[in-house]
């Protein structure tokens, strides 16, 4: 692997995940975010990867069954990224609205995406496989990163949705969150693994179909109010 190998396999590991984090910044153009909190956001989905590997090399070595260790590495990712939005932002005095958290969930995924596939596409750009590199850049574009970005979104969408509730609630649905998100993201792993090669679109196919649910949901986050303002 040399240099030049290594930064263009980054470089095209973090356009996919910056022309998406673009994409999803719009929704939120009203409240503009502190670009340092979106850095440090991204920077942390981007650390989690290093953790996901080592747990998801332990998990490879110790479990037989392919679908439950697709799962459980899905499991492993989800609670990871979960984990960098509690730290960084949960408690910050940005998060202020039941938007805010579903839209640093996908910025950590983002972060995290853009490690994975900068990961998946050192082998084939080292190799000199310029077309398979193009291929894979284009499958996670499509495939991968948008699992990330779905998943994640479930939890925050969670999160949103009981901004204005007691402890409880919250924990319940973050919980329900991250079981929503898990689900999704293990279907997905299990689903690419298992498809023939003329099917791999098809699997594709319901993320998308998920991706503009997602944009629904969205606008729910939008309109949660306090109980109090409802009640008018």
């Known amino acids: 692997m040399t240099l030049s190998s290594f ?4 470089i095209a590991g973090l356009l996919p995940s910056l022309i998406w984090l ?3 910044l719009r929704e939120d153009s009203e409240h503009g975010e502190p670009r340092w909190l979106l850095t440090v956001s991204f920077a942390g989905g981007v650390v989690v990867v290093v953790f ?3 747990l998801e090399k332990m998990i490879a070595d110790n479990v037989i069954d392919d679908n439950l260790k697709y799962t459980l590495w899905a499991a492993t990712e989800e609670i990871l990224k979960f ?3 509690a730290v960084i932002v949960l408690k910050s005095k940005y998060n202020d609205e039941p938007l805010k958290a579903m839209i640093y969930c996908i910025v950590v995924a983002l972060g995290f995406a ?3 596939n900068a990961l998946f596409l050192m082998e084939p750009i080292a190799m000199g496989t310029i077309a398979q590199s193009i291929i894979t850049g284009n499958m996670r574009f499509i495939g991968a990163t948008l699992v990330h970005i779905v998943s994640s979104a479930a939890v925050g969408f969670a999160i949103g949705l009981t901004f204005y509730s007691g402890f409880t609630n919250k924990l ?5 969150g991250l079981i929503a998100a898990i689900s999704i993201h293990a279907a997905f792993n299990i689903s690419i693994v298992n498809a023939a ?3 791999i679109l098809k699997v594709f196919a319901w993320i998308w179909g998920a991706v503009i649910i997602l944009i629904i949901l969205f606008e729910e986050v939008k309109a949660v109010r306090p109980r109090y303002i409802r009640e008018r």
């Open 83 to 85: 984990l960098v939005v």
């Open 197 to 199: 090669s003329n099917d």
């Open 114 to 116: 853009a490690l994975e």
């Open 172 to 176: 319940l649905t973050v919980f329900l």
């Open 52 to 54: 996901a590997l080592m």
């Open 7 to 10: 930064t263009y396999a980054l």
């Open 22 to 24: 673009w994409f999803w």
